[in-house]
């Protein structure tokens, strides 16, 4: 299975994340997973729109160019608005962020964000919220939320929903996905 490791850290010590990190892992058995790429953007002012974004073909096109850093910055400054980040270097919250192919058709219909607190290899012990964006009629669209609640309050707001399903889009666009 193949996955995004996102993690936002607050490097200038402002109380803002200005670091969002995008790490991309293949799970091998028997093995560490293993990291296969890297993509970072930073916000250099605080503003919560990153300035700057590095990372190569991202979107695997075979070329690196424009559209992949306007797609770097898109999923970073989405990922910034959720405030979940670190301070300092820390690598203790991010999201997990995968896709599963139910009907076997090669286009994923599930892309699943999992957030942790903890560290390591992503697994069920730092796993804290979790949330899924479903393509119910298999039309290549996300277009349900389930289980996605950031306050904690048992009802999923229409921010937070929103929020998921630019996640889960923007997240089939880089074609990390096995």
């Given at each position: ?23 991309f892992?293949e ?7 293993k ?106 669209t ?14 999923v ?22």
């Amino acid at each position: 299975m193949r996955y995004l490791r996102m993690t936002a850290q607050d490097r200038s010590g402002n109380g803002r994340a200005d670091t969002v990190l995008l790490r991309f892992y293949e799970e091998v058995p028997g093995q560490p997973d293993k990291l296969v790429f890297k993509a970072a953007a930073v916000d250099v002012n605080a503003d919560g729109v990153s300035d700057l974004q590095f990372g190569g073909d991202v979107n695997r096109d075979g070329r690196d160019n424009a559209k992949d850093e306007k797609l770097i910055r898109a999923f970073a400054n989405s990922f910034l608005k959720l405030g979940w980040f670190n301070l300092g270097k820390s690598w203790q919250r991010y999201i997990k962020v995968f896709a599963e192919n139910y009907h076997r058709d090669k286009t994923p219909n599930i892309v699943r964000l999992h957030i942790h607190e903890g560290t390591g290899t992503p697994r069920n012990q730092t796993l804290i919220y979790k949330a899924s964006v479903h393509d119910t009629d298999n039309d290549g669209t996300l277009d349900s939320v389930v289980y996605f609640d950031l306050e904690d309050e048992t009802i999923v707001s229409r921010k937070e929903e929103e929020w998921a399903k630019f996640m889960g889009r923007t997240f089939l666009k880089f074609k990390w996905y096995s």
